[in-house]
């Protein structure tokens, strides 16, 4: 789905993320706090969503305030996700410009593979996630 954001200047963003569940309390989506994206929804409190429904050929939109699942969930949704994910997770420095490129983004997988690189040793959940 299109998770629509705006800067404190009224910049209007919008990205693609997953969708991972809705219930009362509304839809579910995770995220990195630290991005662009994460930031603004966090600053603005409020986001729209737009998705195509095929079944009913028409596009779903919804407004309104957005809010941070609790931690528990999303810890357990993080420990849920591939391994490889997880490591991902720490190695991605979303929305920043990664001064030494493709090199130092694989350094640091490499790196973390090998800290983690026994299955027994659970991979954390970033705080920033």
């Not at 404190?8 to 839809?27: A, C, M, N």
């Not at 999303?74 to 720490?90: D, K, L, V």
């Not at 001064?99 to 800290?115: D, K, S």
Request: proline content about 6%; hydrophobic content about 30%.
């Amino acid at each position: 789905m299109a998770v629509a954001s705006c800067s404190t200047d009224g910049q209007p963003s919008l990205r693609y993320v997953l969708l991972k569940g809705y219930d009362d309390r509304g839809f579910v989506f995770y995220t990195n706090y630290n991005s662009r994206k994460g930031q603004e929804l966090a600053t603005g409190g409020k986001t729209a969503l737009a998705f195509w429904w095929e079944q009913l050929q028409r596009q779903v939109r919804i407004e309104g305030p957005i809010e941070r699942v609790p931690e528990s969930e999303s810890s357990a949704y993080f420990e849920s996700r591939p391994r490889g994910s997880r490591i991902g997770a720490w190695v991605s420095l979303q929305s920043q410009v990664v001064e030494g490129g493709r090199e130092e983004i694989e350094a640091r997988q490499r790196e973390l593979e090998q800290v983690y690189e026994d299955d027994s040793v659970p991979v954390p959940k970033p705080p920033h996630w």
